[in-house]
């Protein structure tokens, strides 16, 4: 037995320090979509009015998550993020929480919401081992949150928002899509907002996720134009990409209070230093936010093959990355030559953010 384990650490050793996609990218990060259903209908995620859910019984069980997730830090992944949908709507998620926090190598697990159900679950959320937050937040007008979110109520999300910091989550971050029209004139108030309560804000640049969220470049403000408004009112001083690799680049406050971060995926690709995977909830693996395909983990799960063997097909398909979406995407755009519904994707409610 000890000479079988002592064959798999050196197997995964190797596969470990030759994991490197077509790119030479790292995988470091997993995005793991625990649900595909949400509460809210926003318009740049979900402007559709129905939805073919995944079947229950095709939705990755607790036990089986936390497998692969053992496996992918095998292989190097260094974080994991929980994302939905809304993760909150998948009942008892603390215990899929407890289970992730105990893997030993994992440095960061991190949950996105959009914060509706985060006052009643975060204190057992807390307890199990979660430790950061980011809370979807388009805008502070009530009746604008409303029509975003076609069902939100931003007080809700407030109070959960408030109750977060409360149970010592940190850093605590709010993120926002911003788009022509809808919420650019919000972007100030946002800021103002964070930093006077202590949360990182992070402005998302508008983007042709999924199928339906009928994008175009007209709709986009772009991170120059965000960046412009915020220093009219607020000295800033760049800081840079955390570990060289986020989506964000983030930016300091001369004076002191706080930082905000820019996601730029349609002027500013990142492309070359992306080292984030998904997973669905129904067990396919993802290799780009733009992906029209996954690969199916959930077979062989199910399917009785072992850990080694699971380990060496997500190898292989890392190997075989070439993705560069949103770099194609900004070469198309500066020769007038793009059309968002020329490549069919995977839609954002299934991806996860």
């Known amino acids: 037995m000890e000479a079988s384990l002592l064959r798999l650490r050196r197997l995964l050793c190797i596969v470990m320090a030759m994991l490197r996609d077509g790119y030479n990218r790292l995988i470091k990060d997993v995005r793991i979509s625990v ?33 692969l997730a053992k496996i992918f830090v095998q292989l190097g992944v260094e974080k994991i993020r929980l994302t939905g ?41 807390e307890k199990a081992g979660l430790r950061r937050i980011n809370v979807s937040i388009d805008t502070l007008n009530p009746e604008k949150f409303e029509r975003i979110t076609k069902r939100g109520d931003l007080d809700k999300v407030l109070e959960g928002l408030f109750a977060a910091k ?37 402005f998302i640049e508008y983007m042709d ?88 983990l959930k077979a062989l799960l199910r399917g009785g093959s072992t850990d080694q063997e699971i380990s060496e097909f997500v190898a292989g398909i890392w190997k075989q990355r070439k993705d560069r979406y949103s770099a194609e995407r900004l070469e198309a755009l500066q020769s007038s030559t793009y059309d968002p519904k020329q490549r069919k994707k995977i839609e954002m409610i299934t991806l996860g953010g």
């Open 85 to 125: 949908g809304e993760p909150l709507v998948r009942r008892n998620l603390e215990l899929l929480v407890a289970e992730l926090a105990r893997i030993p190598g994992l440095e960061d697990l991190c949950l996105t919401t959009n914060g509706s159900l985060l006052s009643e679950k975060i204190e057992g959320l």
């Open 209 to 296: 996720v999924g199928n339906t969220n009928s994008w175009t470049s007209e709709k986009l403000v772009s991170k120059k134009e965000i960046l412009e408004k915020i220093r009219a009112r607020f000295p800033l001083r760049e800081v840079g990409r955390e570990n060289g690799s986020a989506p964000a680049v983030d930016y300091e406050f001369i004076d002191g209070r706080g930082e905000v971060g820019i996601v730029a995926s349609v002027t500013e690709p990142f492309c070359a230093t992306c080292n984030r995977a998904r997973l669905t909830a129904d067990g396919k693996l993802v290799t780009c936010l733009f992906s029209s395909v996954g690969h199916d």
């Open 35 to 67: 649900t595909d259903r949400c509460n809210f209908r926003c318009t740049y995620c979900m402007p559709s009015d129905e939805y073919e859910w995944i079947d229950k019984k095709e939705i990755l069980r607790f036990e089986e998550i936390t497998r």
């Open 166 to 202: 409360s149970c010592g989550l940190g850093p605590i971050k709010i993120n926002a899509v911003i788009e022509r029209g809808v919420n650019d004139d919000d972007i100030l108030d946002l800021v103002e907002f964070s930093r006077e309560n202590g949360f990182s804000m992070r």
